[in-house]
């Protein structure tokens, strides 16, 4: 299974074994980590999972749809060439390894 | 000492974790009455029903994450009564639980169909759980699906049934679909939309009864004297509060349990949340019911709190959203008292947004296909920022210049 760590603003981090498949947001939320509010349930309809996917990943996430691209303009925290919404990027064996970093807030 | 929670859907667990989270350190019981750890309501008309989920990606937590938290947490456990004299709940086994808080979530169960008829095995509801996994199962052996009510449990349905290849029909007794909720230029969009996928509607006519054929279809009777013959019936007709529990023991209710601003109801030791509360938003004169979730979470939290002994009184801003097909319809505010709206952006184009004034001022916003315009509009209406409908009007308006500078 590949394994994502998630990296708190405070610095604090958690990995977890993501079935291939899920989402970020719903691999963060089913564990529990603090910091994905994902009120729309994984709709990309909020803009309250936004995650910071570092550039030497970015070719390996699946790309930015536009619908995502313009909730990324709604986020709480401004949007960064990072940005990415964790409700959209679904979780494959190239992604085993990843660290995403989480934004001060969602709302 | 414990709080005990009534109920483990969307705002019970809201309550249990917010406990959690604001230091409460005795007891939590979530208790549900369902065999299933708290899982989310809305897939279960849209990617559930379509098959393409498993039951555990439903779930909020696995339940190793609630006992994490120190939640106790009881499926199949049905409160039968509470005890407000002695501080405690019955529950069906006989087991009596004391408590020092308690809270009720206890929801609403589905309108039934009051016609004859209405207990064919092909006829359906949608609500649970377990109501998805019987509709989804006998969604895959119909050919002709009948939905009664064009609201927007039955419109998703409609669209997830239509997507698999089912013949459907949907009847409205209204003249339009989601007729309490959006504008006619929404539902005349909603209307294209549906009929653009090949779903029959039918307008203005009830249905009246319900008859079974021998090979287990079924032939349904409208007011006007028509008949549609069906495989599977499924009635989204609307909810009704579970308020009998709260009634039984002495507390005032109404349409749902009545609660004040801080979600607490008539005794200060119990509070309730979501879409079983008749309950007041200090954004609104009149008090409400609303079934989201929205309403859920944040009413949740407000009761958390009153539990955890700070009023917060609620003023959260109500929101919702309904999937069809590759439509996403977002609402904002309550937009029903509405004298005029703007319409910005062309219904032709598939993306447009639907802003209703009253005197003036922003009551809420419809968006169809434009997630980032109903992100806009909370982010507005929730600083109370109500642009002219002359400035939504104008496409060429950046709305987001209204915003204050970050």
Excluded at chain 1, 11 to 35: F, K
Aim: with cysteine; net charge negative; proline share 6%.
């Amino acid at each position: 299974m590949p394994k994502v760590t998630f990296v708190q603003f405070s610095g604090s981090s958690r990995t977890i074994d993501v079935p291939t498949g899920w989402t970020l947001m719903e691999a963060a939320v089913q564990n529990g980590v603090d910091g994905i509010t994902a009120e729309c349930g994984g709709g990309c309809a909020c803009a309250t999972c936004h995650v910071l996917v570092p550039a030497e990943w970015a070719d390996k996430v699946p790309a930015i749809r536009p619908s995502e691209n313009d909730l990324l303009e709604c986020t709480a925290v401004p949007r960064t060439p990072q940005s990415r919404l964790s409700c959209q990027i679904q979780v494959s064996d190239a992604l085993d390894g990843l660290t995403v970093n989480l934004p001060e807030r969602q709302s | 000492m414990s709080i005990v929670i009534v109920g483990a859907g969307q705002a019970g667990l809201q309550i249990a974790e917010s406990l959690r989270r604001g230091g409460y350190e005795g007891r939590v019981l979530l208790l549900g009455d369902e065999s299933f750890a708290p899982y989310q309501r809305p897939p279960l008309s849209k990617k559930y029903l379509a098959d393409d989920m498993a039951d555990e990606r439903l779930q909020f937590r696995p339940v190793e994450q609630l006992t994490k938290q120190n939640i106790e947490f009881r499926p199949l456990t049905t409160v039968t009564a509470i005890d407000r004299a002695a501080g405690e709940v019955v529950l069906a086994s006989g087991e009596r639980v004391a408590y020092e808080g308690l809270a009720l979530t206890t929801g609403t169960r589905v309108r039934p169909l009051p016609v004859p008829g209405a207990e064919h095995p092909a006829v359906c509801y949608l609500r649970g759980l377990d109501d998805a996994k019987r509709l989804r199962s006998q969604l895959a052996s119909a050919a002709r699906v009948l939905v009664i009510g064009g609201g927007f449990i039955g419109l998703e349905v409609a669209a997830t049934a239509r997507h698999a290849g089912k013949t459907v029909t949907v009847v409205e007794t209204l003249d339009r679909l989601m007729a309490r909720a959006v504008a006619p230029v929404v539902s005349e969009y909603f209307a294209e939309l549906h009929r653009g996928h090949g779903v029959e509607l039918r307008f203005k006519v009830a249905l009246t009864a319900i008859a079974g054929n021998p090979d287990g279809s079924l032939t349904a009777t409208l007011s006007d004297g028509s008949t549609v013959d069906a495989d599977l019936l499924v009635a989204g007709i609307g909810v009704l509060p579970n308020q009998e529990l709260a009634a039984a023991a002495g507390l005032e209710c109404a349409n749902g349990i009545v609660v004040d601003e801080f979600a607490r109801t008539s005794d200060p030791r119990i509070v309730a949340a979501g879409d079983c509360t008749w309950h007041i938003n200090r954004r609104f004169a009149a008090p409400l019911r609303l079934e989201s979730v929205q309403n859920a979470v944040d009413q949740g939290k407000i009761a958390a709190q009153s539990l955890l002994g700070n009023a917060v009184p609620y003023q959260d801003l109500p929101w919702f959203w309904s999937d069809q097909y590759d439509v996403k319809l977002q609402m904002v505010g309550l937009s029903q008292a509405h004298d005029s709206l703007v319409v910005r952006g062309a219904p032709e184009s598939a993306a447009f947004s639907v802003f209703y004034f009253k005197a003036g001022e922003l009551l809420g916003v419809d968006s169809i296909n434009r997630p980032a315009e109903h992100m806009l509009a909370r982010k507005l209406m929730s600083l109370g920022i109500s642009p002219s409908p002359d400035a939504v009007a104008d496409t060429g308006f950046d709305l987001k210049t209204l915003l204050p500078a970050p």
